[in-house]
């Protein structure tokens, strides 16, 4: 596909683990990137991985990487209210600047 | 640590007015850039400049031009606005110097929301 794809909202409790996914358009992508935007505020860069990887751990959040289907997923263990924003995935392939998803909307309740 | 920082925060305007955006960084990096997000659109580049001296048209720049004044500032002009731009505008910057390759992701500034009445 052409876009960047990512559920719009995900609803989980508090103490839960959340799951994003996301589909990527090219496989050659050599980084995909996942970011938070908290109401009011701009982007925020989570983490990153590189295209040779397929999962990086970053304290409560664990990224994994699938090259074949270009899928991408972020989880975030033991979920908190603080963890409420819109996530966005985002790849960067060659000749272009950062192409991005339509974000995902996280609700966090207690 | 200033990072990045857009003036104004919000602004409104009237069909026709013109008006610019300004972008500041203050990490030397090298190459800027100018999106916009509106809702259920994620964001969509606008310009953006790989170095101080260069820019470039991204997804959306009809209605916009750009000028990089140097390697710290990038701003972002609406000659005639109209309400179709209204959004929130998000300036980035990031140390990539050749857009092929990237090892260092974009930093956000904050917004500046503006209206077109």
């Keep these: ?110 | 640590n200033a990072g990045v920082t857009q003036t104004p925060k919000f602004q409104v305007l009237k069909t026709g007015q013109s008006m610019t955006l300004q972008c500041a960084q203050d990490m030397n990096h090298n190459s800027m850039y100018w999106y916009r997000q509106d809702p259920g659109m994620g964001l969509r580049l606008i310009y953006y400049s790989a170095s101080e001296g260069t820019t470039d048209k991204g997804e959306v720049p009809n209605g916009y031009n750009v000028s990089r004044l140097n390697k710290r500032e990038f701003s972002l002009r609406l000659e005639s606005a109209a309400p179709s731009q209204t959004s929130v505008y998000f300036c980035a910057s990031s140390v990539l110097r050749d857009r092929r390759y990237s090892n260092q992701p974009q930093h956000f500034g904050d917004g500046t929301r503006l209206s077109i009445l």
């Design chain 1, 1 to 110: 596909g052409e876009d960047v794809e990512q559920s719009l909202f995900l609803s989980v409790r508090e103490g839960d683990s959340s799951v994003i996914n996301c589909t990527y358009t090219d496989s050659s992508s050599t980084y995909l990137y996942w970011y938070k935007q908290e109401p009011g505020a701009g982007l925020q860069l989570l983490t990153y991985i590189f295209s040779n990887m397929d999962m990086k751990q970053d304290q409560r959040l664990t990224v994994l990487l699938n090259k074949k289907d270009k899928h991408l997923s972020l989880r975030i263990a033991d979920t908190q209210t603080g963890d409420s924003a819109i996530y966005f995935c985002a790849e960067k392939k060659a000749g272009t600047a950062l192409i991005f998803g339509k974000g995902t909307t996280l609700s966090v309740s207690s």
